[in-house]
Structures are given as structure tokens and as C-alpha cells.
């Protein structure tokens, strides 16, 4: 629904102008109050993406150490040890490298505030034609 300006009788222009600007500052609020809650959702998104980025990375980190652990146990010893510490890295390294997939594929679905953007468009171009009409009605075109 498209916001209108109310015709009064008399007046003149300033009073048409006053309502005007007062229409202005009432959508320039509510634009704002579309930008924070927009830019709050957007930031919850990334902010889990990034704790499954930083836990995928400290899973990777702990396979990448078992893993070095398990090198060592290959050179010093027989089957049994490092048979063991293979299967141990092996699962670290496919968790972490999945908790990192899932934060990245996260963090793509994260974007800017695109409903305001478009909402400030479409009030651009009302107030251009709101513009429009009262110059209009100014000089009798009406």
C-alpha cells in the first residue's frame, strides 16, 4: 500500500511541505528499523557459520596432531598401535573437514540488507511522484 498526501484546504504550500517532510522522517525510521532487524538476522546466519568454521578448524587441528601421532607410532613400533591411531585420525579429519564444509556452505547463505534496499527504492520512487504531484497541485495541474 502506497502512503498518500492528505489534500487540505488552505494552508498553502508550506503546510503541504511540513506534512511532507514529516512523511519523509516517519520513512526514513521505519527504514532504519528494516535495516537493523535485516542486518540482525544476517548476522546471526554468520555467526554460526563462523563457529563452524572455528570447531571444524580446531577438529582439523586435533586429527592433523593424532594424525603426526600416528606417523611416530608407524615408525616405532608394530601394527597394534598404529592400526588404532589411523582409525582416530581418520574420523577426526572427516568431522572437522565436514563442520568446515557445513560453516562455509553457511556462510554463503548470508547476504546484505536486500528487502531495504529494494524498500528504499520503491520510496524514492513515491517520493518523486509525491514530489511531482505537489508541484502540480502548486501550480493548478492538478
Known amino acids: 500500500m502506497e ?3 492528505p489534500h487540505r484546504d488552505g494552508g498553502g504550500f508550506g503546510a ?3 506534512e511532507f517532510t514529516e512523511q519523509a522522517r516517519r520513512l ?3 527504514e532504519v528499523s528494516l535495516a537493523r532487524a535485516e542486518l540482525r538476522t544476517e548476522a546471526r546466519k554468520a555467526s554460526a557459520g563462523a563457529g563452524l568454521l572455528t570447531g571444524g578448524g580446531g577438529v582439523l587441528l586435533l ?4 594424525f603426526v ?3 611416530v607410532a608407524v615408525l616405532a613400533d608394530a601394527l597394534p598401535l598404529w592400526a588404532s591411531l589411523l582409525i582416530v585420525a581418520a ?3 572427516a568431522v572437522g573437514g565436514a563442520m568446515a564444509w557445513s560453516g562455509r556452505h553457511r556462510m554463503k547463505r548470508v547476504h546484505g540488507p536486500e528487502r531495504t ?3 528504499l527504492k520503491e520510496d524514492g520512487r513515491w517520493a518523486s511522484r509525491s514530489a511531482h ?3 502540480s497541485q502548486m501550480h493548478g495541474h492538478a
Do not use: D, E, H, N
Open 133 to 135: 504531484s505537489m508541484k
Open 91 to 93: 574420523v577426526l579429519l
Open 16 to 18: 503541504l511541505f511540513s
Open 69 to 71: 601421532a600416528f606417523l
Open 3 to 5: 502512503p498518500t498526501i
Open 117 to 119: 534496499i529494494q524498500t
Open 63 to 66: 586429527g592433523a596432531i593424532t
Open 28 to 30: 526514513v525510521r521505519a
